[in-house]
């Protein structure tokens, strides 16, 4: 009985981060931001082209 409770207390072995685990958090935020940026600057994409198409007489012919 013994015997087993420490081979399976050997058996465990930790594999240490190549990166502190905060590290992963810190890039992931970092990620998630420029994500977010990216979207925001299409905010008045189509805002800026409407006058593009408001010269047409038929609205659903552009869609």
Avoid: N
């Amino acid at each position: 009985m013994m015997d087993a409770l420490i081979l399976a207390s050997e058996a465990e072995v930790t594999y240490p981060l190549v990166i502190p685990a905060i590290a992963f958090a810190i890039i992931a935020a970092g990620f998630f931001t420029f994500l977010g940026l990216v979207t925001y600057s299409y905010k008045d994409v189509a805002a800026r082209h409407r006058q593009k198409w408001s010269d047409a007489s038929d609205h659903a012919a552009h869609h």
